[in-house]
Structures are given as C-alpha cells and as structure tokens.
C-alpha cells in the first residue's frame, strides 16, 4: 500500500488516541529526507529545481505535525538548546501538539567518555551531573512558556561503568535525591542502558516520585516484554516507551543497512507484540485518565517508522473493528 495514502489514514486514528485516550504515538525525530514521498512532498523543498536540505530540515516539522500529535526530539540531548529554538519548534505546530524532549547530557552523563568531541573535559568527571538547578535554569525556563506542547522530559542515562557505580542502588539514591530537588508539574521519565539497574528499588524510587520508566528497546537491554514482566503497565503514573533498535544490534549496522530510511528492512516481531500489548492496555484502562503516555519508534529499530506504526495500529484497531 502506497505510504502517502497510509499516513493519510493514520491522522484521524492517532488523533483518536490522543484526543480518547491521552496516548501519544510518534516517532523519535522528524528530519528524514527519506520520508519524502510518504509523509513529506518533496516539492515543497525544491529551490530552481533542486532539493534543498536546509528548507527541508527548517519547516518540515509542520508536515509531520499535520499528521502526528507528538515526537520525540532527540537534537536536545546533545546540547542544551537556545530559547529561540525552542520558540521556532513551537511556532510550526498547533496547540495539542507535544514535544518530549531528551535532556541534555550535561545532566545524565557522570563521567564524560574518552571522545573527542567532549574535548578537554574527556575522561573527567561531570560536575552537572542530575544538578537540578543547572537542568531548571538552563533547560526548563525556556519550557515554561510553552508548557501546554511539552510532553514527556527524557532522562536517558548510557551504560554505566563499574568506574561510574560500583553498585547500582548507589545510582538510585542519587536519582531520588535528584527528582526530590526538581520542580514538579512537569512529566519526567527516566530510560536506563543497564540492565542490572531494573531493580525493584529502581522502580519503587520512580514510583514515589511519580517519574515513569521508559521501557526501551535498545541494544544491550532486554526486550520490552521482559521489562514489562518486571514492571506491570499499571504500576506506574503513565506509560512510556521508546523502541529504538533490536537487541543486539548497534546504530552503526542499523545505518549502514537500513538508510536512508524509506522502507522495512526487518521486522522485529518481539517488539510490535509488546507495542501492540501497551497499545492494547491504554485503550482499555480508562482508569488512567490524567496523565498522558507517550510511545516513540525510531527509523532503526525496522528501517521506517512510518510503516511500522502504521503496521501496528492496524492491528490493533482492526482487532477492535473485527
């Protein structure tokens, strides 16, 4: 079936979430020349004849929300973003529209990797480690204004070392210090690259700070199912979950086989069975109105997100249908 005419079906089915059952369904960042076609025209981006990527990487995030009432932006982890970012993604969507948004490594890396784009500060320690008052002060201020179209704030923590914490219950009491001194009002979540830290003193802490897990598919964790055995669906304020790449394989192999991202290179059959499960657990448990949840897929997880969510909602409310 021809993509465009799917992203066309999809609008009102992802709204109905949204708008029914306060479930957030999107994709982990929007920039994808690869999607033209199928979600973006590409003609729109065209300058005397030839594509031009700064217009397209500028505005197409209005295409995307004409269709999506959420995605996941990813730019944040890597810096903390200025106000006039910011303000300039907030301008190209309409009200009803949330932004998660990942939170800058500044604030959840705790000693900074021998690589060379950290510079000087390779290899030392972080002094902004969970530093709350860094995080409010250059982070969520520049938020505030636009409250209504945040989602969910992201708290991705890479794999510890035993140079980091010899002992995971160490990271914990760090991480309820941490959320105890933020500001509340806020949706926060917490996604974790040890798979020893699924702990049930992990989730207890989470739990008492009204903070989600973010079950994640990610190469070296265990699937969602397995961390959804750990950890019920309904053990939490809402429910989160990010499904990035197949267990086992890397971001490197998923780029080399799969950009530029415009089709299904391989199903991954574990998680649409635990995303079509979350799904299906949302639109039942109507005693979960309050706090939205927020689900994100990545182009590496199967090669193009598009198709996969489409793939899943259609199974899921033509279950409903049939």
Avoid at 160 to 182: I, P, R, T
Avoid at 221 to 234: I, S
Wanted: glycine content about 6%.
């Amino acid at each position: 079936m021809c993509m465009l005419f799917r992203c066309r079906k999809l609008k009102p089915l992802l709204d109905a979430l949204a708008d029914d059952h306060q479930i957030y369904l999107g994709t982990s960042s929007w920039k994808y020349e690869g999607w033209c076609g199928m979600l973006y025209d590409e003609e729109r981006y065209l300058w005397k004849g030839t594509f031009s990527k700064a217009s397209f990487e500028r505005s197409c995030l209005q295409e995307y929300a004409a269709c999506f009432s959420t995605v996941c932006v990813d730019a944040t982890y890597y810096r903390f973003p200025k106000p006039e970012y910011i303000e300039g993604l907030m301008a190209q969507v309409s009200e009803g529209f949330k932004f998660s948004f990942k939170v800058p490594d500044e604030i959840t890396i705790k000693n900074f990797p021998e690589v060379k784009s950290f510079g000087d500060r390779a290899g030392k320690a972080n002094d902004g480690f969970l530093n709350a008052l860094t995080l409010e002060y250059l982070f969520l201020r520049y938020l505030e204004p636009f409250r209504s179209k945040v989602g969910m704030l992201i708290f991705e923590f890479s794999h510890f070392s035993k140079e980091d914490y010899e002992h995971g219950q160490d990271f914990v009491a760090e991480l309820d210090q941490f959320f105890s001194d933020l500001p509340k009002g806020w949706q926060y979540g917490v996604e974790v690259r040890n798979q020893n830290l699924l702990h049930p003193e992990y989730f207890a802490t989470l739990k008492r700070h009204g903070v989600a897990h973010i079950y994640n598919q990610w190469t070296h964790m265990p699937p969602v199912n397995e961390q959804m055995a750990l950890h019920g669906l309904h053990e939490g304020d809402f429910v989160a979950a990010r499904y990035l790449l197949k267990p086992h394989h890397n971001r490197h192999w998923a780029e080399e086989k799969m950009a530029p991202y415009h089709r299904i290179y391989e199903v991954d059959v574990n998680a649409r069975e635990s995303l079509t499960a979350i799904l299906r657990h949302l639109i039942c448990a109507e005693e979960r109105a309050g706090k939205p949840s927020f689900l994100y897929i990545g182009n590496q997880l199967e090669g193009n997100a598009l198709h996969t969510i489409a793939d899943v909602l259609e199974r899921v409310l033509g279950d409903r249908e049939a």
